[in-house]
Structures are given as C-alpha cells and as structure tokens.
C-alpha cells in the first residue's frame, strides 16, 4: 500500500478485532486480523474502508477514528499500546467511529464590521451581532432576511430565546435578546417565516437598561421568560421578557415589522442583580431554572443560586476568562478559556479541587469562544484570536480537525443544525462549516 497508511515494509504485526455501534453499511467482519504494528490513524482508517467495499464495491470511502478503551488513537498502534500498557501479543478490540471534521465550507456572508457574536441554537437561521450596531438573521445560513437595527454601539451579545408559543402567537414567532456597548439590553421579535428579496428592518419591542457598561454576555433562561446579562460594570443582572401590560404580543410584532423603527419602545429596568464580580463578568450561561454561572476577567468562575442571589461555588483559575460553557457528562462539566492558549475543562462535582479535570493546549493565542455539543458528552469547540476554530474529544488531547477559514481573529462560534459550526470574526465574515459527523 502507499504512503498515507499501511507500510508493506513494516514486520511486527498485531491481531486486531474492529468493532463498531455505527450501522450498516459501515459495519465489517468482526473476526480478527494481522496488522502492520507501525499504522497510524490514517491507515487503519484505509483497513476499515478496504473490508468494506470488499462487502460492498459501491461503499464510498469515509473517514474513521478509533479507539481501545475508550481512548482515542492518536499515534502509531504500537506505540499507544505501550504508552498505555497494553499487552500487543493479545487481540487488540478497536472500535472506530466516525471521523469528526467538517465535509464542506460555504462561502462566507459578508458583513460591514466585526462579527463579535453569533447564536445557532434555531436550525432553520443563524442569528449574528456586529460592531456595525446591528443584529441580523441568515436563512439557512446564507439568506440575510431580517436586520435587526436600534442599538447605538456595537452588538456584543445575542441569544435566540426559548419563547414559548401562546394563544396570540404562533411557533413562527421568534424572540431575540440582543446586547450592546450602548449599555442596552434589546428584545426583538419576528416572524421566521417571512421574507422577500430585501432584508426587513426590525426594531425592538423592549429596550432593558440599567447596565453602567457595555453588555457583554446574555443568556434565557430554560423557561424563556427571563434573561440574564453580564457586563463590564461588573454585575449580573436578570430581566423579565414580558411582563403585564406589554399588550398582545402579535400587534407589538406586527408594529415592529414597519419601516419606522425608531418608535418609541417600551423601557424595563432589572428584577435582580448578582454582585460579586469584581472585574468584567465576560460570559454567563443559564443551564437550569434555579443556577446561573458565570466567567470574568477577575479570573473566577461562579455559580448563583437565582432564588437568594448568592454565590454558591466561587473558583479562582487564574487566567482572565473570555467564555464559558456548561455541558458533557450529566451536564456538569463547565469549560472556560480566556487571556492563554489554554481550553480547561473542570467538574464541580469534585469537592476540595480546583484542578482541570481537561487541558486541550493547541490553539497559540487567546480564546474568545467555547461550546459543547448539544447533543454529545463529549464534543466541544473552541475559537481563538489565532485566527482558528478547533474541534475536540474529550477522549484525546489532540485537536480532532482545525477550521482555519477566518484570516483574523475568530471573536464567536456556535454549533448549528448537529452537525455544523458557524463561525464569525475581525474579518467581518460569517462561516458556516457543515458535514460534521458526531456519532
């Protein structure tokens, strides 16, 4: 065989088994066989690929990982087994899965500033703030329907929220929290069905102040009847979406929908606010109804009790964190990156340690961006002023693929649609990579 894989040359050989949970057709014969000691990923993945059109002569190559017990493989056979201590005169079991990296790369959008933050959790749009004081909203990703314009400084901040369908609205009806450097929470809503040839121009139906600083991280609660907000004031604050005497909640859109939008808005300040932060709280995620946490530039992570307000984990990590992401196992695991090169993972269930239970050290400059998979313990991504965004495995230390579209620094990534990742930057573009397959 070439060079990509399996070495004719190589003498030392190892019996192994492949097994797999993927489905046919990707299943092979599960009795073993004699490999090349030497192979690495790529050849055993050229192995796998050959038993399997030999079963079936249309199977089109695919690309696979694998693992024995349970870690990924990220060197040549022997070698792990002897890092590992691994007996090579047994037969080795390896399951392989399918490589996680993205199949295709859409051609950016273009936008007029930086794209500072972006929101993936709606598969049927991608919603994107920028530094030019707009939000917008991306059709499949691509199609700019919706422009949402009022705020007086950069947008820092969205999140598509869970709003829940009434009587007065319909499941097409989508609401947007946005925040900006104007100090300003905004909430949107619109209709995701309608469009034309020209983006419609939306204007906010609320408009939350209280912040003494730019807004720099937003996130809904589960319930999608509150926001929470963090800023460079320093303080966390919690806002109701809709309250009494907002009106019906059709005619607020309808009237958003008109070309002016410079209206009046309807004004709300904060319901509560969490003090403790010492510097900028830079992230804040609201995983569950009663527990907020939260990153700062004051090197610690904390988690609140929403009811009393108070803190109830506080962890100094020493680094100045830029994000943070609550997900993996049971949901607990929280990971953080920020003013290092360094993605860290930890586990709060862990009493007395404020060690990382993860270190994933490839990126060569700040981190802007982390984010588990929705639906894997054990995938996330991270996003970085070195101009990349990496996939990664809980299972290994090595990145599973590098998306390098972006020629500056990438400021925010979301995953989109399972198996996508949009990503935005200093090089004012919006990219979406698809095809990623998580198994």
Request: proline share 4%; glycine share 8%; aromatic share 8%.
């Given at each position: ?162 709003h829940k369908a009434t009587s007065s609205t319909s499941s097409n009806d989508i609401c ?53 907000s963090g800023s460079w004031d320093c303080s966390i604050k919690l806002w109701k979406v ?10 607020v859109k309808k009237r958003r929908l008109v070309d002016d939008v410079d209206e009046p ?175």
């Open positions: 065989m070439d060079s990509n894989g399996i070495n004719e040359d190589s003498s030392r050989q190892v019996r192994v088994r492949f097994v797999t949970k993927l489905r046919p057709p990707f299943k092979v014969p599960t009795t073993s066989i004699a490999v090349p000691a030497n192979l690495s990923r790529m050849g055993l993945s050229e192995i796998v690929n050959l038993l399997l059109k030999n079963s079936n002569t249309e199977f089109q190559t695919t690309p696979f990982d694998f693992l024995i017990d349970g870690e990924l493989i990220r060197m040549p056979l022997e070698q792990f087994l002897l890092a590992k201590g691994i007996s090579a005169e047994k037969i080795i079991e390896i399951e392989y899965i399918n490589a996680v990296a993205p199949q295709k790369q859409r051609d950016p959008s273009l936008h007029d500033d930086w794209v500072s933050t972006v929101d993936g959790t709606n598969p049927r749009f991608v919603l994107t703030g920028c530094y030019d004081n707009l939000a917008r909203i991306w059709k499949d990703g691509s199609i700019c329907t919706h422009v949402l314009q009022g705020h007086n400084g950069a947008v820092t901040s969205v999140n598509i929220i869970n947007i929290a946005t925040g900006s450097k104007d100090k300003t929470l905004r909430l949107w809503m619109f209709d995701a069905v309608e469009s034309g040839n020209n983006p419609v121009r939306i204007g906010a139906f609320k408009i939350l102040k209280g912040h003494t600083s730019s807004v720099q991280s937003i996130s809904a609660k589960p319930s999608g009847d509150m926001v929470c809709a309250s009494e005497g907002d009106g019906d909640s059709v005619s808005q309807l004004e709300e300040d904060a319901t509560a606010e969490l003090v403790g932060h010492t510097q900028c709280v830079s992230s804040v995620v609201w995983p569950e109804s009663q527990t907020i946490y939260s990153a700062s530039w004051d090197h610690s992570i904390r988690t609140w009790d929403v009811q009393t307000g108070k803190a109830t984990w506080n962890m100094v990590c020493g680094k100045a964190l830029n994000c943070l992401d609550v997900g993996g196992e049971g949901s607990a695991l929280l990971v953080a990156g920020g003013s290092d090169p360094v993605l860290r993972v930890w586990d709060p269930r862990k009493p007395g340690s404020t060690a990382p239970i993860f270190q994933f050290s490839s990126h060569s400059s700040w981190i802007s961006t982390c984010k588990w998979h929705p639906r894997s313990i054990f995938h996330l991504l991270s996003a970085s002023y070195d101009g990349n965004v990496m996939l990664w495995d809980l299972r290994t230390a090595w990145p599973l693929a590098k998306i390098d579209m972006h020629k500056d620094k990438v400021l925010c990534a979301d995953w989109w649609k399972d198996d996508s990742i949009a990503s935005g930057g200093a090089d004012s573009k919006l990219f979406i990579s698809s095809g990623i397959s998580i198994s």
